[in-house]
T-cell receptor, first 110, second 114 residues
Framework: KNEVEQSPQNLTAQEGEFITINCSYSVGISALHWLQQHPGGGIVSLFMLSSGKKKHGRLIATINIQEKHSSLHITASHPRDSAVYICAGGGETSGSRLTFGEGTQLTVNP | EPEVTQTPSHQVTQMGQEVILRCVPISNHLYFYWYRQILGQKVEFLVSFYNNEISEKSEIFDDQFSVERPDGSNFTLKIRSTKLEDSAMYFC????????????FGPGTRLLVL
């Protein structure tokens, strides 16, 4: 059964801090998705990774395939980054479904 | 920018009633999905749909649920006889390809079963 585990569950930071959210996943997952869920519930896809590293603005996502581990980093965090960040695994034996982690509630204080 | 749309945004229904949740996926996408999120819990996969048939479904997706693509644009989820535990946010998503491609999510339909 595919599984995805995230840490931490909750994270509070001061504006400007560097933030890291971690995700471990099981065998059978070949692509790791990072998603952002806003307070109203909407989900936005941030990255999809199967190897290496991706960067978009202040967001950086990395993946280590051998260790089955991915991280999402936010540089120079801002209160508008406050949201739930979710990692989800897909591909290979999971087929077309995504298996979601529990999410990390990030609060960035001014 | 193209986006996935869902209607209605909120639906309140009585237990035992049928509901149909509607989605319009992004036009050149080939894979369609339904997920649900019970309040306070993680998002769960329900079903994926490709080439006018179900390609995968979870154990949640029992005989009470069905999906359909009635025309070239809409993708619907029907719950035949709603239960209290069906109360959740239902998300539709679409992608160009299967699980290794980015999935684009709709804004969700919040379903409340009384």
């Amino acid at each position: 059964k595919n599984e995805v585990e995230q840490s931490p569950q909750n994270l509070t930071a001061q504006e400007g801090e560097f933030i890291t959210i971690n995700c471990s996943y099981s065998v059978g997952i070949s692509a790791l998705h990072w998603l952002q869920q806003h307070p109203g519930g909407g989900i936005v896809s941030l990255f999809m990774l199967s190897s290496g590293k991706k960067k978009h603005g202040r967001l950086i996502a990395t993946i280590n395939i051998q260790e089955k581990h991915s991280s999402l980093h936010i540089t120079a965090s801002h209160p508008r980054d406050s949201a739930v960040y979710i990692c989800a695994g897909g591909g290979e034996t999971s087929g077309s479904r995504l298996t979601f982690g529990e999410g990390t509630q990030l609060t960035v204080n001014p | 920018e193209p986006e996935v749309t869902q209607t209605p945004s909120h639906q309140v229904t009585q237990m035992g009633q049928e509901v149909i949740l509607r989605c319009v996926p992004i036009s050149n996408h080939l894979y369609f999905y339904w997920y649900r999120q019970i309040l306070g819990q993680k998002v769960e996969f329900l079903v994926s749909f490709y080439n006018n048939e179900i390609s995968e479904k979870s154990e949640i997706f029992d005989d009470q649920f069905s999906v359909e693509r009635p025309d070239g644009s809409n993708f619907t989820l029907k719950i035949r006889s709603t239960k209290l535990e069906d109360s959740a946010m239902y998300f539709c998503a679409s992608s160009k390809d299967r699980g290794t491609e980015t999935q684009y999510f709709g804004p969700g339909t919040r379903l409340l079963v009384l």
